[in-house]
């Protein structure tokens, strides 16, 4: 059953209240049949018709859920905007909600935080930025073992995690993406391994480790580099390969907004981690990742359509354009602090601010389309008489 | 293994997931024209199959107290009522008269659904008086798992719990799955689910270890009036085709077929529908496709951003002196 499913009765109680009117009809969405007034208002035509049969409120109309409180009522069913005409059985999902909770949200942070961290810290380690290669190791290690716990935590019988390693699935992006994991956990976490090296003692078997950690930590943190992009970018291809209507449309677009948000947030750790002096490259790494996501998110609110509208409005909406503005705010402080070293540090916590934002905002606005029937099947009824379209006019060249 | 975005043979998913002379693929047809929503079915899936009770709770939505598919429902028996009647339509009625030219929009665009109340003791609508008395028409319908041609559950599951059976059905290794919930949101039309105490995805088997045996699934056994019935595809699509003729001949011309299509969205139903109404009427989507079959264009995508991504690092690194 769907998650907020009411505790024994309450729906019938609520059910009986408003057949009696004694509440509002606000949001009600228990309706079978057409949904919402038609372009010749018939929902309210015949004067000897059921809906005057009906008691109360629940006749009037536009009881999609969470709209049109009532006003749609007969009387001026011919002069309001007809809403897209619509069908669903007493107004349920069609589709199950995501499973997933915010464990999986926060994956996607944690996810992208530490491909960008290993770019940050391979671009440290090429180019001669020991500190920058630190920071980005230290924070590449933390956020793949903060990742591993998240997903195992989500799954419904965490001790059969490693089921995943049965099997290698290209079909399945969960399965790609756990051995892209298989391979960056451990090189990420040797290279971090590998920045202890000097607290090691020169002598005895741990003075041999003392030695062989530093090119070791090179290899694999060039290693970690190579499936940085590959950890950051599947994720969104994970969301997409799903039914969710905002997530599945979505699909030439989140890959974008993934992989920025990843660079900005490891961009963020350097500008967190490292004196401004050295932060040249973190700077230039937040406005590159600042640009991929920014373009990114703005195609999928405007370039989507109807399933671009979760992206827009409510608690998703809210987040992403919190996630927008940090970001504005994390590049411009970057920017503007090269010199100091607070406002590079509250740049680069905004930056990662707004990668939690963004990252949650997508989660919610895929969870907020699969909660409104319409966002299923308008789109889809859309596609069919397109299909039907294209058909007729081959049949008759 | 085949190649999974093979889409050449349609009807044989079995040979395709690698069976070597498999049997015959098998599945439902459920004609909801003559379901009766006794929910027998509702009882012998759970029965058989040791599926938990989903709790007491009565929904408001007429005689459905059951809400959905769900994992402790494997059968739902929805129940729409709509202010018309079915058959025997005066000339005179708009709805009828709707419903017969074939009107796109389906024929309750004419009426505006109604709700006409729980359950009394007398059927809805009859008042005792004749000028009380409205005329309505029940839908009800027998939903279950679709048993997909192209099952998105089964491409993105990333453990091999989910798999294809000899008869072309989608199964659930309940020993496998670790309840990541990958399906639950791949499926196009809501059906596998979590289960929540226990953690892991349940949905119909088809009665997997009762069709082995050469039995007949329960819910098909049970029904009464033959709503669902069970049998090889090809003969099942047949008898199907068949019945639509018969009720278009006997003046219902909103009888149509949903799932049965080989080429639509998920190559067909292993389960599909008789229906009188537009699918989303009864809580199906009009046009369902797996998810999967866009998964070529969105890794393509996902390379191109994580090319981006190692560019825009590249650029960061050597673009300034510090």
Redesign the interface.
Known sequence: ??PE??S??E??R???ER?RGDTPTSAEP??????G??PDG???GSST???D??PTG??G?GGRAGRGPGRRGRADADLAVPPA??????G?????P???TWEIAAYLFTGGLA?GSS??A???Q??GRPAVRRAGRVAALAAVTASAGLLVG?????E??H??L??A???????VG?WILTAYGPAAGLAALAEAAPLLPERGPLGLARRVLPPVGRVAGLAA?AT???L???T??LL?????PSW?EA??HL??V???S??ASG?GVGLLAVPP??????R??A???AA?ELFGAHRLETGLGLVGEPYRTGRAGRLLRAGRALTAAGVAGALLGRRSRPLAAISGAALLAASVATRFGVFQAGVASVRD?RY??LP??E??AR?RADDAATDTP | MADPYDRSDPQDPASGAGWVEAPPRMGFFTDTSVCIGCKACEVACKEWNGVPTSGLDLLGMSYDNTGALTANSWRHVAFVEQPRPAGHRPAADPAGAAAATGDPAGPASATGGEFLGMPAAGPPGRTGSAQGRTDFRWLMMSDVCKHCTRAGCLDVCPTGALFRTEFGTVVVQEDICNGCGYCVSACPYGVIDRRADDGRAWKCTLCYDRIGAGMTPACAQACPTESIQYGQLDELRERAAARVATLHERGVPEARLYGHDPHDGVGGDGAFFLLLDEPEVYGLPPDPQVTTHDLPKMWRRAGVAALAMAAGAVVAFLGGRR
């Open positions: 059953m769907i499913r009411p024994v009765g729906r019938f609520r059910f009986r057949l228990v309706r079978p049949g057409r949904v007034a038609g018939r929902s309210g018709g059921p809906v049969a009906c629940v006749t109309g005409e619509f069908t669903s059985y007493y349920r999902p069609i589709l199950k995501p499973v997933w491909a770019l940050l391979a671009g440290g090429l180019t989500d799954l419904g019988r965490p059969r995690f089921h995943m049965r099997v699935k290209p079909t399945s992006p969960m399965s756990t580099a940085a992009p590959a950051g970018t599947y969104a291809v997409s390969d799903t039914a969710v599945h699909y030439p890959p974008l993934f992989a920025g990843a660079l961009a002096a050295q932060a040249g490259a973190a230039r790494l406005v590159a990742g991929l029937p299923t099947v889809q009824r596609r069919l299909r």
